[in-house]
């Protein structure tokens, strides 16, 4: 279901998609990973992430891309970088939004964490050569 708030509409989702990436480019951790890959104008990239939320929570189709891909070419992340990205979110949500609003967008971001998560890092063990001699 598109959530269907009065405060909720693509201007609304840009300025939470702008202060989340402020926060996101300010910290330690993540900053650096960033800015190796958005050198320049980081606009195209603020649209291309209100398209994406916008596709997301009121369902309008605005983005047509493969997230995917995107991140696992990116092979300075680590496993753990996904809860400080979480950190950062679930904080921006919490102050911009209604509770209930919130609820949604965190929803949303974790299940497609988790599955990005499982995209870049998940491996089946493979019993070790030798590991029982
Ligand atoms: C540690 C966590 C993450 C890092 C370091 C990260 C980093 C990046 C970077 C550097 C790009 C730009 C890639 C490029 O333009 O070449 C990107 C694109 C993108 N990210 Fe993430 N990301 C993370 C988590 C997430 C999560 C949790 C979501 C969704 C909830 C997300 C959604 C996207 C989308 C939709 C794009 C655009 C993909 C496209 O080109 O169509 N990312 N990310």
Redesign the pocket.
């Known amino acids: 279901m598109p959530v269907s708030h009065p405060l909720v509409d693509r201007a609304f989702i840009g300025a939470l998609v702008r202060d989340f990436y402020d926060r996101?480019r300010a910290d330690a951790r993540?900053g650096p990973?960033?800015a190796?890959?958005?050198r320049g104008d980081w606009e195209p990239?603020l649209e291309?992430?209100t398209d994406?939320w916008s596709s997301?929570i009121l369902k309008n189709g605005a983005?047509s891309?493969?997230?995917v891909?995107?991140?696992l070419?990116?092979k300075?992340?680590?496993e753990e970088?996904?809860d400080?990205?979480?950190g950062h979110?679930r904080q921006v949500a919490a102050e911009r939004c209604p509770p209930q609003v919130a609820e949604v967008f965190v929803d949303?971001?974790e299940?497609?964490?988790r599955s990005?998560?499982l995209a870049m890092f998940f491996r089946l063990e493979r019993p070790q050569a030798g590991a029982d001699e």
Request: no cysteine.
């Open positions: 996101v993540l990973i960033f190796s890959q958005i990239h291309k992430m994406f997301v983005y891309g493969r997230p891909p995107a991140h070419r990116l300075q992340v680590r970088d996904f400080i990205w979480l979110f949303r971001a299940r497609i964490a990005l998560r």
